[in-house]
C-alpha cells in the first residue's frame, strides 16, 4: 500500500490521455464514484465477495490515479471504469474487471508488479503485467504483412486470452473518446487500429466490436465520407421501409404457420462495410443496398434446420449460396445456416439461421465463454 500513498504527485502519463492537475473537483469525485456505481449494477453474475474484490481493486485504481485528467476534462479514473465496464458486459470473472481497473497503474502511476501482488495476488498483476507489456509494443508501418506479423506479436505474447480482451476494450474506448485528442494524433490511432486491433477481435468472433471499431476508424479518418454515407444510409432506410417489412413480416408469419419459435430482425450493414464494398467492387451505394439482410434466432439446432426449410418453401433459395457453419462451425467459433433466397421483385434476402447462443457467440466470440462455459463447455472451448 505504501506505493499508492506516494502517488498523489504521479506525473508520468500517456502522451496526450491523462494530464496531471491539482485535485479534481467535488463534482468531479462525484461523477467517477458514479460511474462506478454503474460498473456495480452489471456485476449481478459475481457473487458478493468477487464485487468486493472489485471494489477494492477500484478505490486502489482510483488512489492510483488521484490528480490526473482525460483530454476531456475528466478525471482519469472514468477510463479504467469504462473499460471494465466493456469487459462486465462479456461476463468477464472478478481477475479480469480488476485487471481492467488496474491496467494503466503500473505504466502511469508507477505502481510495481510486486505492489499489485502484494495486494491483490499473482493472477491479477500478472494479467495488469501482460496489459503493461503489450502497451510497449510499438506498430510503425501499414503494410499489411507487417500488420499481421504484429497482431501474431499480440496474441502471442498474451498467454492469457483476458489479456487481449481488456486491451480490446481499452482500445475500443480509447477510440470512442478520440475526439477529445488533438486531431493531429486521429489518423495514426485509428489507422493503427483498423489495421491491428479490429482484425484481432474478428478473429476472436467479436464481431460486435468489430463493427464499432471499424464505423470508429472510418468516421475519423474519412469523417466527410462517413457523413456522406451516414445521411443516403438514413435516406435509404426511409426509402426501403415498405419492402423490407413485407420480407420481414413474410418471414414471421411463414416461422409462425410452420409452428416455430422464432426472433426475426434486420441486419444493416455498418457504414465501413458499405464504403469497403463500394471501393474495392466498385459498386454504386444503391447496387451495395440491394441485399436484405435477416437474421432468425430460436431455441436449437434441430429449429434451426426446420427454420431453413420453411424459409426455402417461401421465397426460392439461390443455388451454390448456402452455407451450414451449425455442421461445420467457423475456426473462431462462429455456427450458423446462411442462405440466400430471391425474395419480393426478384430482390436478393440473405438469411441466417442460429441459436440464442449462437447468437451471442457470433456477436462476442471468444468472450462469450465466459457466459456459457457452465452451459456447454464444449461449445464453449477457446
Excluded at 11 to 37: E, H, I, K, L, V
Excluded at 81 to 93: M, T
Excluded at 290 to 296: A, E, P, T
Aim: proline residues 4%; hydrophobic residues 45%.
Amino acid at each position: 500500500m505504501t506505493a499508492v500513498l506516494n502517488l498523489h504527485s504521479a506525473t508520468q502519463t500517456r502522451p496526450g490521455d491523462a494530464q496531471p492537475t491539482a485535485s479534481p473537483t467535488a463534482a468531479a469525485a462525484n461523477a467517477a464514484a458514479a460511474s462506478f456505481a454503474a460498473l456495480t449494477e452489471n456485476l449481478s453474475y459475481l457473487d458478493a465477495a468477487s464485487i468486493e474484490q472489485v471494489r477494492q481493486a477500484y478505490r486502489f485504481a482510483d488512489e492510483a490515479h488521484l490528480g490526473q485528467l482525460r483530454n476531456s476534462g475528466e478525471p482519469y479514473i472514468t477510463h479504467p471504469i469504462a473499460v471494465a465496464a466493456q469487459c462486465a458486459a462479456w461476463k468477464l470473472d472478478a481477475q479480469a474487471l480488476m485487471a481492467a481497473l488496474l491496467h494503466d497503474a503500473m505504466e502511469d502511476c508507477g505502481v510495481t508488479k510486486a505492489d499489485l501482488i502484494d495486494r491483490f495476488g499473482a493472477p491479477v498483476a500478472e494479467l495488469v503485467d501482460g496489459l503493461t507489456k503489450l502497451d510497449k509494443l510499438q506498430f510503425n508501418t501499414r503494410e499489411e504483412n507487417q500488420a499481421e506479423s504484429f497482431r501474431k506479436m499480440l496474441l502471442a505474447m498474451a498467454r492469457d486470452v483476458r489479456v487481449i480482451l481488456i486491451k480490446l476494450a481499452d482500445r475500443t474506448h480509447n477510440m470512442r473518446t478520440l475526439s477529445d485528442m488533438p486531431r493531429s494524433k486521429w489518423g495514426r490511432i485509428s489507422s493503427e487500429t483498423l489495421e491491428i486491433y479490429a482484425p484481432i477481435a474478428l478473429r476472436l468472433g467479436l464481431n460486435k466490436l468489430y463493427r464499432e471499431l471499424q464505423d470508429l476508424c472510418f468516421t475519423l479518418i474519412h469523417p466527410h465520407r462517413a457523413e456522406v454515407l451516414a445521411k443516403a444510409l438514413r435516406a435509404a432506410r426511409g426509402n426501403r421501409k415498405e419492402l423490407l417489412t413485407r420480407i420481414l413480416d413474410g418471414i414471421r408469419d411463414k416461422l409462425a404457420h410452420a409452428g416455430l419459435r422464432a426472433d426475426v430482425f434486420g441486419r444493416e450493414k455498418s457504414l465501413y462495410s458499405i464504403f469497403r464494398k463500394m471501393k474495392e467492387k466498385h459498386l454504386s451505394f444503391s447496387q451495395v443496398l440491394d441485399i436484405y439482410g435477416f437474421r432468425v434466432v430460436v431455441d436449437n439446432v434441430p429449429t434451426c434446420y426446420v427454420a431453413l426449410g420453411a424459409l426455402h418453401a417461401l421465397y426460392k433459395p439461390v443455388p451454390g449460396k448456402f452455407k451450414d457453419y451449425i455442421a461445420i462451425p467457423k475456426a473462431n467459433g462462429y455456427q450458423s445456416l446462411q442462405s440466400t433466397l430471391i425474395g419480393p421483385y426478384g430482390t436478393p434476402v440473405e438469411v441466417q439461421i442460429r441459436t440464442r447462443e449462437m447468437h451471442y457467440v457470433a456477436q462476442e466470440g471468444v468472450a462469450a465463454h465466459w457466459l456459457y462455459k457452465d452451459i456447454d463447455d464444449s461449445s464453449a472451448d477457446l
